[in-house]
C-alpha cells in the first residue's frame, strides 16, 4: 500500500476524528469520538482509541510505545500525562480558526515540506536547488507543527487525556551517550546553573533526576538533538517559552550541546 492510499485508509477508518458531541456511539466505538458520553463508559473507548491512534498513528514518527530512535521525533515515553496533554491541547487549538484547514492539506503539506514527495507520490523531488528535497529540508519546528496541528485538529478531549495517559506509563528510554557535547559540563549547568551566563540549575524546575512533574517535561533519556533544536526555538522565539527565553538567551552552540548530552544521559 503506498503512502497516499495507507493515509486515506486511516481517515476513512476515523481513526483521526473524534465524532462531533450528539452523534450515536457507533458499535466499533474504539476508533470512534466519544460524542456527548461521560463517565467510565466515555474513559473505556477513549482508552481504546487512544490504544489503536499510538500503534497505527503515533507510533511512524514516535517509534513503538513512544520510545522512539529517531532524533528529530521527541520520545513521548514516560513523559508528564500532563505535559503531554497540554501540548495536544495546544496543537488542537491552533487549528480551531483554520476553517479552511483539513487534516488532508496538513498532510499534503507536511508530505511537501519535510519529505521532499509531491503528488502522486512516486518519486522524490530532484529539482535541483529545490528547497522541500529531504537532503535539503532537515527538521524544521514550524513545518513539524503542521503536521501535529492536523494530527490533533479534530481529537477530543478525553483522547486527548487518554493519549497522554498511555504514554506516560510506557517504559522509559535509558540513559545514552550523546555523540556531541560535554556531559560534564552539562552536568554542572544543569545541576548548578550559570550564574555568568543568566542560566538558573535546570533542575529547579525540571528536577534533579530530569523527570520532570506537572506541566514541566521530562528530560531525562530525550534525544540530545531534538534538545538542543527546543532550545534554539525557545531562544529564537519560534517556541513561546518566556521563562525558558529569558534563562538560555546567552548560552551559546557548545553550552547547548553540554546540557542536551546530559539529560540524554540520564535515566
Known amino acids: ?43 473505556k473507548i477513549a482508552k481504546e482509541r487512544a490504544g489503536k491512534l499510538a500503534g497505527q498513528w503515533c507510533q511512524a514518527c514516535h517509534g513503538r510505545n ?18 503531554l496533554q497540554a501540548q495536544l491541547q495546544s496543537f488542537h487549538n491552533l487549528t480551531q480558526d483554520d476553517i479552511d484547514v483539513t487534516h488532508e492539506t496538513y498532510y499534503e503539506r507536511w508530505i511537501r515540506n519535510i ?24 527538521r524544521n519546528e514550524e513545518r513539524a507543527w503542521d503536521f501535529m496541528k492536523g494530527v490533533a485538529r479534530d481529537l477530543d478531549e478525553p483522547t486527548m487525556k487518554a493519549l497522554a495517559e498511555y504514554y506516560s506509563k510506557q517504559p522509559a528510554v535509558a540513559g545514552r551517550p550523546a555523540a556531541a557535547g560535554d556531559v560534564a559540563r552539562g552536568k554542572v549547568m544543569f545541576e548548578e546553573g550559570d550564574p555568568a551566563k543568566g542560566l538558573l540549575a535546570c533542575q529547579m524546575c525540571h528536577g534533579p533526576d530530569g523527570h520532570g512533574q506537572g506541566p514541566i517535561p521530562r528530560l531525562a533519556g530525550q534525544h540530545a538533538d531534538y534538545v538542543v533544536v527546543q532550545l534554539k526555538a525557545i531562544q529564537s522565539g519560534a517556541r513561546a517559552v518566556d521563562q525558558m527565553q529569558a534563562l538560555i538567551a546567552n548560552l551559546d552552540e557548545n553550552d547547548l550541546a553540554a546540557v542536551a548530552a546530559y539529560v540524554q544521559s540520564l535515566n
Request: hydrophobic share 40%; aromatic share 10%.
Open 66 to 83: 513512544g520510545q522512539g530512535t529517531n532524533p528529530i521525533f521527541p520520545i513521548l515515553a514516560a513523559q508528564s500525562a500532563e505535559y
Open 1 to 43: 500500500m503506498n503512502i497516499k492510499m495507507k493515509v486515506l485508509a486511516l481517515l476513512a477508518s476515523g481513526l483521526l476524528f473524534g465524532i462531533p458531541a450528539g452523534t450515536a456511539l457507533a458499535e466499533d466505538s474504539g476508533t470512534k469520538g466519544v460524542g456527548n458520553f461521560t463517565g467510565a463508559h466515555v474513559d
Open 115 to 138: 519529505t521532499g514527495w509531491r503528488k502522486p507520490y512516486t518519486a522524490y523531488v530532484h529539482a535541483e536547488g529545490d528547497e522541500y528535497k529531504y537532503d535539503n529540508a532537515p
